[in-house]
């Protein structure tokens, strides 16, 4: 633990009073962030939710400004505090008006979100309160503002919360080059980060300072006292545990009655759709009629906000929650936590589990519920990560050229920018450090006149020079256009799911439910049913931009596989479970069903060893299988299954289809594949052209670079007075995709298309690595008939083949299905 | 290669995966929509789309040629995206299209978006032509005497299987009259399910969908 360097700071009287008429003491880490802010430094605080970590923050900030009375300061803006969560930032400022209030500081605090009405924002612009909790989109739209410098030069403390969650993505790039930004406004500000524990805590500390053009500059580290370790059980019967699937059907009723036993339970899963199901479920053998309400991505915010509400009253038994949950607001009352289906990593696990007991002394409770023998495996390793204090890092991100595109318009909004200076700006950002000047020439380049080798642009620039050598907008429209399109969220196009009375006609009247994404919708037919917002719905059609339901007793809905909140298995809780998987001793304490089912595996083919890769052959029915496991994710596994098949046809091994879960990937196909070589198979070389072929045609591929061309501006989200559907801007990137990738394959936004996608989608750099371990150390074994490990791979087989990659087998189908119609004889 | 022949009012027509038409009875290519300069259009609104979908529709129409060797060309109506865009196309692109010019007849025809076609294209220039028992014509006519050929509704066709979701261009007919899918590289399309295209087929029509290499018949 880092002790603060200078003695303990002596509280302002006004603010011990205030402690001790709580009864409490200020924490040793609420101290040294005092003492760090007096010295003008900035720190990053890493603390468990629940030891005064917001506070913390906001201290040094309270009391200088308590210091000088408000009569003696012109009013600016002292403290900017950014927030991930919008309903975060609301909340943290109403928590900030009981010291305010109870102390009668001389302090405004507001808050600028997407929700503030135009009036306030205006006025905040000329009157700026003095603490100000806001977005990282709301801060990039100010600081684009013409009178940005006003705003911000007084500003004196910068405040980031969940930084942990922030800072490695599209939207810390955006914050990132944001503050960098703020450096150059006000460049005396100091910043605070707050963070849950992580496995590395040097990244954000890198995150909180300007970097300097050569090594690196860190931020002071201040950790506080951590919590108690939290009791973590893992419930695993001992006669069943299923073979495949995620819905844990069977676990039911423990479930329930765990929830019985706990004042309030946040019951976490993956997927918006398993949270459809075990709400469902929960509720068909609800006797009690327990309180149990419903939280995922996809309901209207105005039921999100009513169950938050209920949350908060304490009205609620249970919430079955999606990761929607994993941050906001601290609801006391949580004491239990339960997390159905597999963990995925270490770090997401504590999140959840923290969101239990918000009293540091006292450990948290949570239950583990894997829904299959894999997920066993899963839980126990996480269990064993969690209380050995062991985290996943997650590899770092370079800074997005798209964000960097839409900084560069942002800064030419706010005022010309000399290219020299903001290229200086851009590199102290810590995702941007490594920044070349021809990349950043070409960024400028794109803004201005789309980057293109052929120059046919010039005379419509967006940016133009000054006589002095600036680079200003060339129409007050360009600034009104990017403000409409600020932000790096792009969601997959969505469609309102709308509610009416059975027996009226399809697009006549219905209350809004929620939203689904469009592809899923597209995929219906009327008469299909599926499980949303709790109730099983039946399709009726689509009118006029929204989908019409009505409620159905249908009790065998067909479950929407929407996607949302599937986060690929971390690799450090991959190498754990491969570890365990290579140690019969740690079998012992698994589950007479799972510890049966690897000894048979071992007798029958084996069990790899943590750094093989082991690939099986055999047959059954009409068709060979080849089954490795590589454990690196699905993504990453749809990525290799997508080569190697291409691999495999050239081998004339005529492959038909595979599929791919987070461990495994099983390809079929007509030929006996047991004589491949399977080191050439393996081969990392199938990352260059084979990998180039995909791409081009990639429907992954292509949505990654949908949403570059969004983030970028290329493709307008929206423009003036007028939003375009998704499905007119998804049709032509693809379009726009082909012929740049004919053109100008190497142009910026496709650079930036490849980094997404490595990280993204595509998982290529997980992929690459995962081939590079491997290499030399393959073991084939070729197999009489299906191994057990490979069975749970093979049960996925019926469901989605091959996610998000529409093949044009269907269009063969669909011709076939034709003729069949015209040709049968009746 | 799989040809998809089909039979339009009496005359046998082969549907071609690239979006062209090819009749070979009279050794003649048509292609609808092809939108040159598309892309440079939304420009003028701050749209800095990439500028070569004239080459890429340009180096399509070439392949066909190569394929079909055809001695009358077709363009079906809005070859021009706009009244301005033959004006941006620069010296490579105008090459392209000379040399295209010395390889077949040419005839165009003018659409909504290009009524007044620049007088350099190489070839004829007209409103609608009949050949045989066809008429083509940029926008279909509400009457139908013969078989007709037209563009303008640029269809599509959504096939949904197995939980995917397939979006191509597709020709639309139903043996007496023919609507082609838009050829340019920037062009979208309207469902072939949307009433504009509906009420042009009193009885059943199919989708010919286009494939990567072949053409696949549908039902609209």
């Given at each position: 633990?880092?002790?603060?360097?200078?003695?303990?700071?002596?509280?302002?009287?006004?603010?011990?009073?205030w402690?001790?008429?709580?009864?409490?003491?200020?924490?040793p880490?609420q101290?040294?962030?005092?003492?760090h802010?007096?010295?003008?430094?900035?720190a990053?605080l890493?603390?468990?939710?629940?030891?005064g970590?917001?506070?913390?923050?906001?201290?040094?900030?309270?009391i200088?400004?308590a210091?000088?009375?408000?009569?003696a300061?012109k009013?600016?803006l002292?403290?900017?505090?950014?927030?991930?969560?919008?309903a975060?930032a609301?909340d943290?400022?109403?928590?900030?008006e009981?010291?305010?209030?109870?102390?009668?500081l001389?302090?405004?605090?507001?808050?600028?979100?997407?929700?503030?009405?135009?009036?306030?924002r205006?006025r905040?612009?000329?009157?700026?309160?003095?603490?100000?909790l806001?977005?990282?989109?709301?801060?990039a739209l100010?600081?684009?503002s013409?009178?940005a410098?006003?705003?911000?030069?007084n500003?004196?403390?910068?405040?980031?919360?969940?930084?942990?969650?922030?800072?490695?993505?599209?939207r810390?790039?955006l914050l990132?080059?944001?503050?960098a930004?703020?450096q150059?406004?006000?460049?005396?500000?100091?910043r605070?980060?707050?963070?849950?524990?992580?496995?590395?805590?040097?990244?954000?500390?890198?995150y909180?300072?300007?970097q300097?053009?050569?090594?690196?500059a860190?931020?002071a580290?201040?950790?506080?006292?951590?919590?108690?370790?939290?009791?973590?059980s893992i419930?695993?019967?001992?006669?069943?545990?299923?073979?495949?699937?995620h819905l844990a059907?069977h676990t039911?009723p423990?479930?329930?009655?765990?929830?019985?036993?706990a004042t309030?339970?946040?019951?976490?899963?993956?997927?918006?759709?398993?949270a459809?199901?075990?709400?469902?479920?929960?509720?068909?053998?609800?006797?009690?009629?327990?309180p149990?309400?419903?939280?995922?991505?996809?309901?209207?915010?105005?039921?999100?906000?009513?169950?938050?509400?209920?949350?908060?009253?304490?009205?609620?038994?249970?919430?079955?929650?999606?990761?929607t949950?994993?941050?906001?607001?601290?609801?006391?009352?949580v004491?239990?936590?339960?997390?159905?289906?597999?963990p995925k990593g270490?770090?997401?696990?504590?999140?959840?589990?923290?969101?239990?007991?918000?009293?540091?002394d006292?450990?948290?409770?949570?239950?583990?519920?894997?829904?299959?023998?894999?997920?066993?495996?899963?839980?126990e390793?996480?269990r064993?990560?969690?209380l050995?204090?062991?985290?996943?890092?997650?590899?770092?991100?370079?800074?997005?050229?798209?964000?960097l595109t839409?900084?560069?318009?942002?800064?030419?909004?706010?005022?010309?920018?000399?290219?020299?200076a903001l290229?200086?700006?851009?590199?102290?950002a810590s995702?941007?450090?490594?920044?070349?000047?021809?990349?950043?020439d070409?960024?400028?380049?794109?803004?201005?006149?789309?980057?293109?080798?052929?120059?046919?642009?010039?005379?419509?620039a967006?940016l133009?020079?000054?006589?002095?050598?600036?680079?200003?907008?060339?129409?007050?429209?360009i600034?009104q256009?990017?403000r409409?399109n600020?932000?790096?969220i792009?969601?997959?196009?969505?469609?309102?799911?709308r509610?009416?009375?059975?027996?009226?006609p399809t697009?006549?009247?219905?209350?809004?439910?929620?939203?689904?994404?469009?592809?899923?919708?597209e995929?219906?037919?009327?008469g299909?049913?599926?499980?949303?917002?709790?109730?099983?719905?039946?399709?009726?059609?689509?009118?006029e931009?929204?989908?019409f339901?009505?409620?159905?007793?249908?009790?065998?809905?067909?479950?929407?596989s929407?996607n949302g909140?599937?986060?690929?298995?971390?690799?450090f809780l991959?190498?754990r479970?491969?570890?365990m998987?290579?140690?019969?001793?740690?079998?012992?304490r698994?589950?007479h069903?799972?510890?049966?089912?690897?000894?048979?595996?071992?007798?029958?083919?084996?069990?790899?060893?943590?750094?093989?890769?082991?690939?099986?052959t055999?047959?059954?029915?009409s068709?060979n299988?080849l089954?490795?496991?590589?454990?690196?994710?699905?993504?990453?596994?749809?990525?290799?299954g997508?080569?190697?098949?291409r691999?495999?046809?050239?081998?004339?091994?005529r492959?038909l289809g595979?599929v791919?879960?987070?461990?495994a990937?099983?390809?079929w196909a007509?030929?006996?594949?047991?004589?491949v070589?399977?080191?050439?198979?393996?081969?990392?070389?199938?990352?260059?052209d084979?990998?180039?072929?995909?791409?081009?045609?990639s429907?992954?591929?292509?949505?990654?670079?949908?949403?570059?061309?969004?983030?970028?501006?290329?493709?307008?989200?929206?423009?003036?007075?007028?939003e375009?559907?998704g499905?007119?801007?998804?049709?032509?990137?693809?379009?726009?995709?082909?012929?740049?990738?004919?053109?100008?394959?190497?142009?910026?936004?496709l650079?930036?298309?490849y980094e997404?996608?490595a990280?993204?989608?595509?998982?290529i750099?997980?992929?690459?690595?995962?081939?590079?371990?491997?290499?030399?150390?393959?073991?084939?074994r070729?197999?009489?008939?299906v191994?057990?490990?490979?069975?749970?791979?093979?049960?996925?087989?019926?469901?989605?083949?091959v996610?998000?990659e529409?093949h044009e087998?269907?269009l063969?189908?669909?011709?076939?299905s034709?003729v069949?119609?015209?040709?049968?004889?009746? | 290669?799989?040809?998809?022949?089909?039979?339009?009012?009496g005359e046998?027509?082969?549907?071609?995966?690239?979006?062209?038409?090819?009749?070979?009875r009279?050794?003649?290519?048509?292609?609808?929509?092809?939108h040159?300069e598309?892309?440079s259009?939304?420009?003028?609104?701050?749209q800095m789309?990439?500028p070569?979908?004239?080459r890429?529709?340009l180096?399509?129409?070439?392949a066909?040629f190569?394929?079909?060797?055809p001695a009358?060309?077709m363009?079906?109506g809005?070859?021009?995206?706009?009244?301005?865009?033959?004006?941006?196309l620069d010296?490579?692109?105008?090459a392209?299209?000379?040399d295209?010019?010395?390889?077949?007849?040419w005839?165009?025809?003018?659409?909504?978006?290009?009524p007044?076609?620049?007088?350099?294209?190489?070839?004829?220039?007209?409103d609608?032509?009949a050949?045989?028992?066809?008429?083509?014509r940029?926008?279909?006519?509400?009457?139908?005497?013969?078989g007709?050929?037209?563009?303008?509704?640029?269809?599509?066709?959504?096939?949904n299987?197995?939980g995917?979701?397939?979006?191509?261009r597709?020709?639309?007919?139903?043996g007496?009259?023919l609507v082609?899918?838009?050829?340019?590289?920037?062009t979208?399309?309207?469902?072939v399910?949307?009433a504009?295209?509906?009420s042009?087929?009193?009885r059943?029509?199919?989708?010919y969908?286009?494939?990567?290499a072949?053409?696949?018949?549908?039902?609209a």
């Open positions: 633990m880092l002790q603060p360097v200078f003695p303990a700071p002596a509280l302002p009287a006004v603010f011990a009073d402690f001790a008429a709580r009864g409490w003491a200020p924490r880490h101290l040294a962030l005092i003492a802010a007096q010295a003008g430094e900035s990053l890493i603390a468990p939710t629940g030891g970590k917001t506070l913390a923050g906001f201290l040094p900030s309270l200088d400004l210091a000088t009375p408000k009569r300061r009013p600016a002292h403290t900017l505090y950014i927030s991930p969560l919008k975060l609301v943290v400022a109403r928590n900030l009981t010291p305010v209030a109870e102390m009668s001389p302090i405004r605090v507001e808050t600028r979100t997407g929700d503030t009405p135009p009036g306030r205006q905040q612009k000329y009157s700026p309160p003095d603490i100000l806001t977005t990282p989109e709301q801060f100010l600081l684009s013409r009178d410098r006003r705003f911000f030069e500003v004196q403390a910068v405040v980031l919360d969940e930084l942990h969650a922030m800072h490695n993505s599209k810390g790039d990132s080059l944001g503050l930004r703020l150059e406004l006000a460049p005396k500000h100091r605070i980060g707050l963070s849950a524990t992580v496995a590395d805590p040097k990244p954000l500390q890198r909180l300072v300007p300097p053009m050569s090594g690196e860190l931020s580290l201040v950790i506080g006292k951590p919590g108690a370790n939290p009791k973590i419930l695993a019967s001992e006669s069943y545990v299923p073979w495949a699937g059907r039911m423990e479930i329930l009655a765990a929830m019985k036993r309030t339970t946040l019951v976490f899963v993956n997927t918006r759709s398993q459809e199901r075990t709400f469902q479920e929960l509720w068909r053998i609800n006797d009690d009629n327990l149990i309400a419903l939280h995922h991505g996809s309901l209207a915010p105005e039921q999100r906000r009513k169950v938050e509400a209920a949350m908060t009253r304490g009205a609620l038994r249970g919430v079955v929650c999606t990761s949950l994993d941050l906001g607001i601290d609801w006391g009352a004491d239990q936590v339960i997390c159905v289906g597999a270490a770090a997401r696990l504590v999140q959840r589990i923290g969101r239990a007991n918000h009293r540091l006292e450990p948290s409770n949570a239950m583990l519920v894997p829904s299959n023998r894999f997920e066993v495996l899963e839980c390793a996480a064993d990560a969690v050995a204090g062991e985290l996943d890092g997650e590899p770092l991100r370079q800074g997005g050229m798209d964000v839409q900084h560069i318009l942002g800064a030419a909004c706010s005022a010309p920018f000399d290219a020299d290229f200086k700006d851009v590199k102290s995702p941007y450090r490594n920044l070349s000047r021809t990349d950043f070409a960024a400028v380049d794109f803004v201005a006149t789309g980057g293109y080798a052929l120059k046919r642009y010039d005379r419509y967006k133009r020079k000054t006589p002095e050598g600036l680079w200003r907008v060339a129409h007050p429209r600034a256009q990017y409409l600020v932000g790096v792009i969601e997959d196009p969505m469609i309102d799911i509610l009416q009375s059975k027996g009226r697009g006549a009247g219905g209350r809004v439910l929620g939203k689904l994404e469009e592809y899923f919708v995929n219906l037919t009327p299909d049913t599926f499980v949303f917002s709790g109730d099983v719905l039946r399709f009726e059609g689509i009118h931009n929204a989908a339901v009505t409620r159905t007793n249908d009790p065998e809905a067909q479950i929407p929407y909140g599937k986060f690929p298995l971390s690799t991959a190498m479970v491969r570890e998987l290579s140690d019969p001793r740690q079998w012992k698994l589950p069903p799972v510890g049966e089912w690897l000894e048979i595996q071992q007798l029958r083919s084996k069990i790899p060893d943590s750094s093989e890769l082991l690939v099986e055999f047959p059954r029915g068709k299988y089954v490795c496991y590589p454990f690196e994710g699905r993504l990453a596994h749809q990525t290799l997508m080569l190697i098949t691999r495999l046809e050239r081998l004339r091994m492959p595979f791919a879960n987070e461990y990937l099983a390809v007509l030929r006996d594949m047991s004589g070589d399977m080191d050439a198979l393996f081969s990392e070389d199938m990352l260059g084979d990998l180039d072929a995909w791409l081009a045609e429907a992954l591929y292509k949505r990654t670079f949908r949403n570059c061309a969004i983030v970028s501006g290329l493709i307008e989200r929206r423009g003036i007075g007028t375009k559907t499905r007119q801007v998804t049709f032509s990137s693809d379009l726009i995709y082909d012929v740049l990738r004919e053109h100008e394959p190497d142009h910026i936004l650079r930036a298309t997404d996608a990280t993204g989608l595509l998982d750099g997980r992929l690459s690595g995962a081939l590079t371990r491997v290499k030399g150390n393959i073991t084939a070729a197999l009489e008939r191994s057990p490990l490979a069975v749970p791979a093979l049960l996925e087989i019926s469901k989605e083949m996610a998000g529409a087998d269907i063969h189908e669909a011709e076939e034709l069949a119609e015209a040709m049968a004889v009746d | 290669m799989i040809e998809k022949r089909i039979d339009v009012n046998e027509l082969v549907l071609d995966s690239s979006g062209a038409l090819w009749w070979p009279e050794r003649m290519l048509v292609f609808a929509d092809m040159f598309k892309g259009f939304y420009a003028f609104s701050g789309l990439p070569y979908d004239t890429t529709t180096r399509r129409v070439s066909a190569d394929f079909y060797k009358l060309a363009a079906l809005d070859s021009f995206h706009d009244r301005d865009a033959h004006n941006r010296e490579f692109e105008r392209q299209l000379a295209l010019g010395t390889r077949a007849d005839i165009w025809i003018s659409g909504n978006h290009d007044a076609l620049p007088e350099w294209v190489p070839g004829r220039i007209a609608e032509v050949i045989g028992n066809l008429v083509f940029h926008e279909p006519s509400g009457y139908i005497g013969r007709e050929i037209a563009g303008h509704l640029h269809p599509c066709k959504t096939v299987r197995r995917q979701s397939l979006r191509r597709c020709f639309a007919s139903d007496l009259r082609m899918p838009s050829f340019g590289a920037y979208g399309g309207l469902d399910r949307d504009a295209l509906r042009l087929f009193p059943d029509f199919l989708a969908v286009l494939g990567r072949r053409v696949y018949a549908v039902a």
